[in-house]
């Protein structure tokens, strides 16, 4: 998807077959509440693989600010942090950011016309070939300015300069702009899969506007759309099937050509007021009833009669005039949403969740929320009816999504277990658990393993520091893992780490909780020998109201080994958490 610049007309969509994005204009200042409130843009990405993530970001009087999935530092703060369901702002821009651009697990943003990126650079996508993961904004080099256009598939990321269109990362199909390089495997494929930014050529006009898809991408060029990379289903809309990196052009368009929006594997463009598609339809994204691929464009039959902007992510395409309407993922005609205001500013769609800004600058957004993209600081509900994103950070608010709960902060992750989407540990069940509040982990150890023991107790001052100031919680657990628990620690050193942890929340005005490690099988082990130590020391450290002990009621029983929980286990202790926590804190929730 593109992210135009300010100056230029709003909207773009991300794409990829799992990445998408948008952008909107607005002006003023950023304020506490998001709602009705003016984003100047908007980028959304995700991608399914084993472990699927989304994220988005918005720019906010010249800040970027982003919200959902930030394992691979697509959240641009610094921290690896799984979810995050309210906006956080991301520093290290080297001035006011004018566009962005998200991908799978990436971000880029054009800052003092230069792009910057941050998060995945497994494959390149980032700009430069090292390290994998860009925790801060990185300019990317060897780009001639000033960049006026951005656009970032599921692994691979274009830019337009000077009117042509530059490209990098990923290059399996040819989708970077150079010559195939073969399929991206393994840890050591990033020199073997990728390229550094390559100048596209045969593109017919100057480019002012670039979208892209899993594995090609198209450019808007004098009214005419050229696009490039792997052909399969039809997604190059020229009626044939040969792949590679030299643009054709697609036929059969009205010219001139208003918007362009790729989905993962199809493309749709705005032209004579109408909406047009082509590629992939097995999932509905041609709108016309059928499940058919489409190699060339065909007109979409749209219930409105000034569409005004265009928006294409996965299986997915959604137009907005006065209404949004929005086909794909199993509907196969275009079906308007519900909860937003028109006429819409911005539009853009995603995988499994999508969002729009409304007329008066507001954000809004409707789908999947299990890692917190929809940005509105609740449980991970998915919602069909778009709501408003919580509040922008603006560095000193607290309980910024106004709903009286908590925000709960694990520390030393305890507990993991395996599932199709990644570990889960019964700290993330309790946000679950928590109806309605905002949550967090922090100080994971390496892939979802619990954290080393005292590296995990050494390193977390920073995360601690990090999310009492950016995350503004109103409650902190302490939480230790069961994985080699205590193997090169004692019980004094959990301890003294713990008082020191308690005393810097409760200085920033947050309740700090202990939750006690729980007991081990077989009880005569020296591991659980160990964990009984422990937890007699935080019993005498702590007054008994910050204790969270799942021992009583629910104890070796329900361990489904002698490390991880089964799924009932993890439930049930999250439940137990809950009613500790929202117990000891109705009444600073009453207040």
Do not use: K
Not at 94 to 103: I, Q, S, V
Not at 433 to 446: D, F, M, P, Q, Y
Not at 448 to 456: E, H, I, L, M, N
């Amino acid at each position: 998807m593109a992210a135009r610049p300010v100056a230029a007309r709003v909207l773009a969509a991300l794409l990829g077959l799992a990445s998408w994005a948008l952008a909107g204009l607005g002006c003023g200042p950023p304020a506490a509440r998001a709602e009705g409130q003016p984003a100047t843009a908007l980028a959304s990405g995700g991608r399914v693989t084993f472990a699927s993530f989304s994220h988005t970001c918005a720019i906010v009087a010249g800040d970027v600010q982003c919200w959902g999935a930030g394992g691979s530092g697509q959240l641009g703060n610094g921290q690896l942090i799984r979810r995050r369901p309210l906006p956080v702002r991301v520093p290290g821009l080297r001035g006011p950011a004018t566009a962005l651009a998200a991908g799978g697990s990436h971000t880029c943003a054009i800052a003092d016309a230069r792009v910057h990126c941050w998060g995945d650079n497994t494959r390149g996508q980032g700009g430069v070939e090292r390290p994998l993961f860009l925790l801060s904004p990185t300019v990317v080099p060897s780009l001639p300015g000033p960049v006026t256009a951005l656009a970032a598939g599921t692994e691979h990321t274009c830019a337009i300069a000077r009117g042509a269109v530059w490209c990098w990362g990923r290059n399996e199909a040819g989708e970077a702009g150079a010559p195939p390089q073969g399929r991206c495997r393994g840890p050591h494929a990033v020199p073997r899969c990728s390229t550094p930014p390559v100048r596209l050529q045969a593109i017919e006009g100057r480019a002012t506007d670039v979208s892209l898809g899993a594995r090609h991408g198209c450019a808007l060029a004098e009214g005419t759309v050229w696009c490039w990379g792997e052909a399969a289903r039809g997604r190059l809309g020229d009626g044939a099937r040969d792949s590679g990196p030299r643009p054709v052009r697609v036929q059969g368009l009205p010219t001139p050509v208003a918007d362009l929006a790729l989905g993962g594997d199809h493309g749709c463009a705005l032209a004579a007021s109408r909406v047009w598609c082509w590629g992939a339809g097995s999932r509905g994204q041609q709108g016309d009833g059928g499940l058919e691929d489409r190699p060339l464009p065909h007109p979409v039959e749209v219930p409105e009669v000034d569409v005004r902007l265009l928006a294409s992510g996965g299986d997915r395409s959604c137009a907005a005039g006065e209404r949004i309407w929005c086909w794909g993922d199993g509907e196969t005609v275009a079906v308007a949403v519900a909860g937003v205001r028109g006429p819409v500013r911005a539009l853009a769609v995603g995988v499994d969740h999508a969002c729009a800004v409304e007329a008066g600058g507001g954000v809004r957004c409707w789908g999947d929320n299990d890692y917190g993209q929809l940005g509105s600081g609740d449980a991970p509900r998915d919602h069909s009816t778009a709501r408003p994103v919580a509040a922008w950070d603006d560095g000193r608010l607290r309980d910024r999504n106004a709903d009286g709960r908590l925000v709960v902060i694990c520390l030393g992750d305890s507990n993991t277990a395996r599932r199709p989407d990644g570990p889960v540990s019964w700290c993330e069940r309790l946000g679950e658990t928590l109806v309605g509040a905002t949550w967090e982990i922090v100080n994971r150890g390496l892939g979802g393993a619990t954290a080393v023991p005292r590296a995990s107790l050494l390193r977390a001052d920073e995360p601690l520091a990090y999310a009492l100031e950016n995350d503004a919680p109103d409650a902190v657990i302490l939480a230790y893992g069961t994985n080699d628990v205590l193997a090169d620690v004692g019980a004094d050193e959990v301890v003294a780490a713990y008082r020191r942890l308690a005393q810097r929340a409760q200085e920033a005005g947050v309740v700090p909780f202990v939750a006690l490690t729980p007991p081990l099988q077989p009880a005569s082990s020296a591991d659980n020998v160990r964990v009984l130590a422990l937890n007699r020391a935080l019993r005498e450290a702590f007054q008994p109201e910050r204790i969270i002990d799942f021992h009583a009621g629910f104890g070796p029983a329900h361990f489904g080994d002698r490390v991880h929980l089964n799924e009932s286990g993890q439930v049930r202790r999250a439940r137990l958490a809950a009613d500790v926590l929202e117990r000891a804190l109705e009444p600073a929730a009453a207040r």
